[in-house]
């Protein structure tokens, strides 16, 4: 038998997924067969933790169910991308500006609306601050200090 020869036989494997926010991991063992890719071997832990666990696993990225519910953010590039995939916040999308040093316009941040609806009073949350949920739905944004 050569080694890229497959017996689809199944045996337990031991797949961890980890959040990308916290560092948490949550490890299973599944079942799978030596023709089970790599890509597909995560996808079967991170359904699992969808379904069971309560954790949002999209292409942005794995979030815990603490983390999936966190009531503050800092906005980084990768956070931005995490909440906007994620749906962590429902009624926003990427904020665009004009890089300083590029001149070319980029994602710096989120718009982030009143819950109730995409119309009335936005926030913006550019890259550096960090926007809090508020007991009435709404995030407010405290904007990160400026050194110069």
């Known amino acids: 038998?050569?080694?890229?020869?497959?017996?689809?036989?199944?045996?337990?494997?031991?797949?961890?997924?980890?959040?990308?926010?916290?560092?948490?991991?949550?490890r299973n063992d599944f079942i799978v067969t030596d023709s089970t890719t790599r890509e597909q071997r995560f996808e079967i832990a991170r359904a699992h933790l969808r379904e069971t666990a309560g954790w949002s696993c999209t292409e942005a990225g794995d979030l815990c169910p603490n983390c999936r519910t966190a009531d503050t953010w800092t906005i980084t590039p990768d956070s931005t991308r995490l909440i906007w995939d994620a749906?962590?916040?429902?009624?926003?999308?990427?904020?665009?500006?004009?890089?300083?040093?590029?001149?070319?316009?980029?994602?710096?941040?989120?718009?982030?609306?009143?819950?109730?609806?995409?119309?009335?009073?936005?926030?913006?949350?550019r890259f550096g601050d960090t926007i809090t949920l508020q007991a009435d739905g709404r995030y407010t944004v405290h904007h990160a200090t400026v050194e110069g």
């Open 87 to 125: 749906d962590i916040v429902a009624h926003c999308k990427p904020h665009y500006g004009t890089n300083p040093d590029t001149g070319l316009i980029e994602v710096d941040g989120l718009t982030i609306w009143p819950a109730s609806s995409t119309t009335g009073e936005r926030v913006v949350a």
């Open 1 to 26: 038998m050569d080694i890229t020869d497959t017996t689809e036989e199944q045996y337990p494997a031991a797949i961890g997924v980890y959040c990308d926010r916290c560092g948490t991991e949550e």
